[in-house]
């Protein structure tokens, strides 16, 4: 029985994946551009480097497994999104790709707005000095504390997700003496070409409320009778790494169509509506992902075509990039320990790190490309599995891909694109220490969130 399905991955965990590869490359000392950050190249060693620096210097400055964020890289692809849409939209970065206070600060000096999906995001935010009202508050069951904080915080948008929380948030804000602006979160009946897990518009799932049965527009009417609200418009999210935009384009359909029925109704145009995110990178070379500018006019095409077929004003577009922007920028850095081939099959290369630091291959079965970094080589590929170091027949971080046929303990590989979702969902599985980030930009780097000490996993335990 096979994992494979699609690239995001299978539903359930309960069997190991067959293989899935391609030919090997003609050269495996050649580094895609599409999957490695824009600073990384090899130097005339052979040994990978990333803002000018080689990764045995890192590795030896910082240890291993590390992930190493090519600084310059983010900034250009914030500067790429905010380019794209202009003045005439708002970009806001998914912090749950990733997040940091260095983060929070870049995302701030690059113009773009933040997204965050709990207290702590929002804390993290906050400390950083982002500006309240260029924070949305997202998700599914917000506690009352995490409303009060993003009320009195003076949040720019809260994303309402249920009929509860239409109450809530209003009574909140009344007691407060402010009014929130809000948007209502309208699950569209799109489902993108992804994983269930984390396919998001269909409606057989926890985030938002429907538009069919007429749910959506009760949200709306009871929103717009409350006080302690502004509905500013309408949010919408169809899916995760997501190719086509031809889900993009019925969801806008479905929304502008809830906007007409709002104006027929209740004499209101509202200004805004929030596309998400979900717009995929590539993690191998078949990958190929959409250019920033290539999705905003896209996008606003889609909406202008759909308000002028509906008769209404184009309203604000807003878009959630998080895994396009963050997911390239960075790269894991793992030693090899063990080397063990199994005869027929496939070899089996041992890393200092696994699950305990990208859980995405066991969790969506994830594919990830792989390249030895700490030298060139010459010798013959052979088929690989790039595995952890848990007690976890799962714990695989690259299924398959090709390595040289001379790799050795002591070598460096690096697995690139994992800048989203990797050290945000990372673990202490087996007590394990999770992995320092390090941004590294024109010849320096340092720790924006720091190496794990065993100190820190026993301070927790008070037993």
């Known amino acids: 029985m096979s994992r494979s399905a699609h690239p995001a991955g299978p539903r359930h965990a309960d069997v190991l994946p067959e293989g899935h590869y391609t030919a090997p490359p003609a050269d495996l000392n050649v580094l895609d551009p599409k999957v490695w950050s824009r600073t990384v190249t090899r130097d005339e060693r052979g040994a990978l480097t990333v803002g000018g620096i080689e990764v045995a210097r890192l590795a030896e400055e910082f ?58 995001e929002l804390t993290t935010a906050l400390s950083a000095g982002m ?42 804000a009344q007691r407060l003496g402010k009014v929130q602006p809000v948007l209502i979160r309208v699950t569209v009946g799109v489902e993108a070409h992804t994983h269930e897990f984390i396919a998001t518009a269909h409606e057989d799932q926890k985030f938002g409320i429907a ?8 949200a709306v009417r009871r929103a717009l009778k409350l006080d302690g609200l502004e509905l500013l418009g309408i949010h919408s999210h169809i899916g995760s790494q997501i190719f086509d935009m031809a889900g993009f384009e019925v969801s806008a359909r479905r929304v502008v169509q809830l906007l007409a029925e709002i104006r027929d109704e209740h004499g209101v145009e509202l200004p805004e509506i929030d596309l998400g995110g979900g717009l995929g990178i590539a993690y191998t070379s078949e990958d190929d992902p959409r250019e920033p500018h290539e999705i905003a006019k896209s996008l606003s095409e889609i909406v202008s075509r759909e308000c002028d077929s509906a008769g209404l004003r184009a309203p604000r577009i807003s878009v959630e990039p998080g895994r396009a922007i963050v997911g390239p920028t960075a790269f894991t850095l793992y030693r090899v320990g063990t080397v063990k081939p199994l005869e027929g099959l496939r070899t089996y290369v041992s890393v200092d790190g696994g699950m305990s630091d990208n859980i995405r291959t066991a969790l969506y079965d994830a594919e990830y490309s792989v390249a030895l970094v700490s030298r060139s080589s010459t010798a013959e590929p052979m088929l690989s599995r790039v595995v952890g170091k848990h007690c976890e027949s799962g714990d695989i971080v690259v299924k398959d891909a090709f390595l040289p046929a001379d790799l050795a303990p002591g070598d460096l590989i690096a697995v690139p694109a994992t800048g989203a979702y990797c050290r945000s969902m990372a673990s202490n599985y087996n007590h394990a ?9 024109d010849g320096e780097a340092r720790v924006i969130i720091r190496r794990e000490t065993e100190e820190d996993l026993l301070a927790l335990d008070v037993g």
Request: charge should be negative.
């Open 63 to 120: 240890g291993t497994p590390a992930y190493f964020m090519d600084e310059a890289d983010f900034r250009a692809r914030c500067r790429s999104w905010r380019e794209a849409f202009g003045t005439e939209a708002d970009v806001f970065y998914a912090g749950k790709a990733f997040l940091s206070r260095a983060v929070v600060k870049w995302l701030y000096e690059e113009g773009l707005n933040l997204d965050v999906c709990s207290g702590g």
């Open 433 to 441: 220490l999770r992995p320092p980030v390090v941004a590294v930009k």
């Open 211 to 218: 538009l069919a049965g007429g749910q959506a527009a009760e």
């Open 131 to 172: 500006p309240a009202e260029r924070i949305a508050f997202h998700g599914n069951n917000k506690s009352e504390a995490e409303i009060e904080r993003a009320v009195e915080a003076g949040v720019g948008r809260i994303v309402l997700d249920s009929f509860q929380e239409i109450v809530r948030v209003a009574h909140i």
